[in-house]
């Protein structure tokens, strides 16, 4: 059945983590209740954002695209995983993989995109303040997230449509969900043209953004050193600890899992890293902005008190 001809299977089988009972069990109750605190944690952020007037700005509009995006990155993997893992049932229809392919790839890389956005919002915002709200009106801002999602789709049609063409000599795919690199394994024909156009990609969705956000906090930094008060430099640094934070998560797991050594490039290491890569960020964006960003914190000590009295 592994070797067999396109033509006889319409589904591909997703192999999941190997053990045994205890270990797939433990692995279900982590990840559920990871995905439980990425959902509440990011649902929770966007509603303190949505319902606090103080927040309707564009920095944190394009906060709630991120969080929405991050949801939304794993409600298309994980409940496919937590799936294999407790029920076994590894089947995955053709037309379902290449979608989930899809949207996790066009969720990932908005995120970048999204972020390289934020970072040119706060160059802005400290560099260029008088101008600030005439240039970041609510148009351009959604000018700008649209921006990102058509970008991204363009560099991402062109592979999917590709490899839902392609013949595959194996419906085994040694992973945890559709990847493109599981698909290209199993490929019957040569892949290297699309590994080429997904370095080409990567210059696009991973090193444009990461410029962007170099640049900016380059000339973020220097017009911070001329401000004449220590308070004012510590206070327009604290704005943008929150989202340097997340730069260094998001690109660095990105960039770590592109440059690994060989000896983290087993299939197992792949299973566990790509694992990781999807819940890392998510995870941490909630915190990130709860605990660093002053602004989210008032707001959420004024929801809190409102709630009280309330009830």
Not at 72 to 87: D, E
Not at 101 to 130: K, Q
Not at 219 to 226: E, K, N
Not at 273 to 288: D, I, S
């Amino acid at each position: 059945m592994e070797d067999t001809n396109d033509t006889l299977f319409g589904e591909f089988i997703l192999n999941g983590f190997s053990g045994g009972s205890k270990l797939e069990i433990t692995l279900f109750v982590i990840i559920m209740f990871l995905f439980f605190i990425i959902v509440f944690g990011n649902a929770f952020l966007i509603f303190i954002i949505c319902t606090n007037d103080r927040l309707h700005l564009p920095m944190y509009f394009f906060l709630v695209t991120l969080s929405l995006t991050e949801i939304l990155t794993n409600f298309i993997v994980i409940p496919k995983i937590l799936v294999i893992i407790i029920a076994h049932q590894k089947t995955i229809s053709k037309a379902t993989c290449f979608t989930q392919c899809f949207f996790y790839f066009f969720c990932t890389s908005s995120c970048f995109l999204f972020l390289g956005v934020m970072s040119f919002d706060r160059y802005l915002a400290i560099c260029h303040p008088l101008r600030y709200c005439t240039i970041m009106q609510s148009k351009f801002c959604l000018q700008l997230v649209l921006s990102c999602l058509v970008g991204t789709v363009c560099s991402l049609l062109y592979p999917i449509i590709i490899l839902s063409h392609m013949s595959y000599c194996s419906q085994i795919l040694d992973d945890l969900f559709c990847d493109s690199a599981a698909l290209m394994r199993v490929a019957c024909i040569d892949a290297t043209f699309l590994k080429v156009y997904g370095i080409f990609s990567a210059v696009f969705i991973l090193l444009v953004p990461l410029i962007i956000t170099i640049v900016s906090y380059i000339l973020i930094i220097s017009a911070v050193i001329r401000l004449p008060t220590d308070t004012g430099r510590q206070k327009t640094f604290s704005t943008c600890l929150s989202h340097l934070t997340m730069v260094a998560i998001v690109f660095g797991t990105a960039i770590f899992l592109e440059m690994r050594p060989p000896a983290y490039q087993t299939v197992t290491a792949n299973k566990v890293m790509g694992l990781g890569t999807t819940m890392l960020a998510p995870l941490a964006n909630p915190f990130v902005y709860t605990l660093r960003n002053q602004n989210v914190k008032h707001a959420i000590v004024a929801t809190l008190k409102t709630t009280k009295k309330i009830f």
